[in-house]
């Protein structure tokens, strides 16, 4: 008896290979060896001109990770810690500016206590301690239903310059982007989350393209154990392109790969 059986030896190659990677990079970082240089994100560089508009017009930076957009229990607790890092980023230029910064908290009400913490870090990094207001964190409760109307009515109420909507957004947040613009502000968001990409790039002057959120987070918090994470998924993907490229090579040979894949 043998413990594989053979028509799975594809997916345990393309394991060994993904614990590989993982594994050699995350030495690097133990070895404090240098690793390959994130590209910059073009909306990372949008975020400080978005923050230097809102001063300019007198008005509010407002950041939102989603309604439901802080889970820290689940498969996509890696957009959660990469949104944080934005977040800490946007919260430390808006310190250093001067500009009043509103947090919108989502649902989950346990990350509310690491939400805080994160503000509180990017106005202490800022040198302004003083200038986090805990009254400037919205929270709208648990029912999704409530928080498109309650971000529009501080829309409404307090102003706009630069909404920041990133983290794991569902698809019917589409309104509050849209309020956004109707508000004269500049729209900077993304999520990972491929089935809510199109509203973002039918309402965002900039926008984080799928996974581009999680090496933003990654750049932006100068963090190498995610930086290798993000390096070893690109390693993933060059290899997923290339099977893909030769598997199509060969069929169109008539080399039977899908049988040599045991598929």
């Not at 594989?4 to 990079?25: A, D, L, N």
């Not at 996509?76 to 946007?90: C, E, H, M, W």
């Not at 919108?104 to 302004?128: D, T």
Request: charged share 15%.
């Amino acid at each position: 008896m043998v413990a594989i059986e053979t028509k799975y030896w594809m997916e345990f190659v393309w394991y060994v290979i993904m614990f590989g990677t993982v594994y050699y990079y995350l030495k690097k970082v133990e070895r404090n060896e240098k690793l390959p240089e994130l590209r910059t994100i073009p909306a990372t560089l949008a975020i400080e001109e978005g923050v230097g508009r809102a001063l300019e017009m007198g008005k509010p930076v407002h950041y939102s990770l989603g309604s439901d957009g802080a889970p820290i229990m689940s498969s996509s607790v890696g957009t959660t810690i990469a949104a944080l890092a934005v977040l800490k980023y946007t919260t430390r230029l808006s310190a250093k500016y001067g500009t009043r910064m509103i947090m919108h908290l989502p649902s989950q009400g346990e990350a509310i206590p690491m939400i805080e913490g994160v503000i509180r870090e990017g106005y202490i990094e800022a040198g302004k301690p003083d200038a986090f207001q805990r009254g400037d964190m919205h929270y709208y409760g648990y029912l999704t239903a409530a928080f498109s109307p309650g971000v529009y009515t501080s829309f409404v109420r307090e102003g706009v310059g630069l909404f920041m909507h990133a983290g794991s957004v569902i698809t019917y947040e589409f309104p509050i982007l849209e309020a956004a613009k109707i508000n004269n502000a500049i729209v900077i968001g993304g999520t990972p989350r491929w089935t809510a990409t199109y509203i973002f790039a039918m309402a965002c002057d900039h926008m984080f393209i799928g996974e581009e959120l999680l090496a933003a987070g990654a750049a932006l918090s100068e963090n190498k154990y995610l930086t290798s994470s993000i390096v070893s998924e690109e390693i993933w993907k060059y290899i997923a392109v290339l099977l893909l490229v030769g598997g199509l090579v060969l069929q169109f040979m008539g080399i039977p790969f899908k049988s040599l894949a045991g598929l």
